[in-house]
């Protein structure tokens, strides 16, 4: 006797439920989907378009793959992605204010790229850190994106680029940022007011970072700051970098010498070491005072641009 679907020529497989990630495209205004891409040899996906028209995409291994689409008449159209999602390694979506809907990253079990800029697609709390295997993350100008405390850190394979700028809705926690010991850029920003940033960096996370070539975390001058970076007079700094910490709660407590400790822990990090840059500065930052003046002009006299909020009157 057959079993449900075996008399229709159906396999188990196909009885099962399709996983599929299904976006919006607006070509209220025609404009092109470009999209790129990384799949194994062997792999493949289907995207329906929505007008008739079907790709199917097969992998190339690490070589990148271009998916392209025009559409020819106005109108709203659901975009349908099948296959082996979970086999792609890379996905970069740039300057599509037109493509809405989940991106279900979740399914994508494989990825070690995720590059997201100036989209309104949505990733949920909670699903970037099953991404366990991504070694870059740039997300850029993403309002509809939330990443809650505790996601960072379960991203332990980011080896190259960790990007968050002007994410919707943007918490990390004290202790995530210095388990990334493996990272090499490190930029946090936010200048548009539909971001909500929530950083904290605790003492010595930064010197955890031992692979750094790039420090940048910045919040827009006036904007309000949750959570803040605390540097003790111990912390260990990366050499031959700029740093940029602006307006991102610095030493704003009173009492609070963080300002002090990262210029003197920067010019430690630095010996002979000239033409580079350290900024701290921003309403949102704390003052140093006298304690890091032999720093500031051990690192004048090196030709470093140090950008600092002066010592009160």
Known sequence: MFGLGMGLGLSRRQIISEKSIILTSDQTTLKQHSWLLQLPFGKKIKIDWGDGNVDIVEGEGTSDITVAHDYTVQ?????????DLSSITKLRIMYEN??????EVRLLTSLKILILSNVLITINACEISQLILLEWL??????NVTINGGEIRSLISLNTYLYLINIGDLTINGNEIGSLIFLQHLKISSTESYST?????GENEISNLTQLTELYISNAEGQEVNGRITIDQYETFPSNID????NCGLGKIEGDKSVDYTLIRVNAANPGIWYYSVTINGTNN???TSLSDNAVRDLEDRGWTVT???PSE
């Open 286 to 288: 704390g003052y140093r």
């Open 75 to 83: 109108g709203i159209y659901k975009i349908k992605i099948t296959g």
């Open 98 to 103: 037109n493509l809405f809907g989940h991106l």
């Open 197 to 201: 940033h929530n950083v904290t960096i």
């Open 243 to 246: 740093i940029t910490l602006q």
């Open 138 to 143: 740039t997300l850029i100008n993403v309002p």
């Open 308 to 310: 600092v909020n002066e």
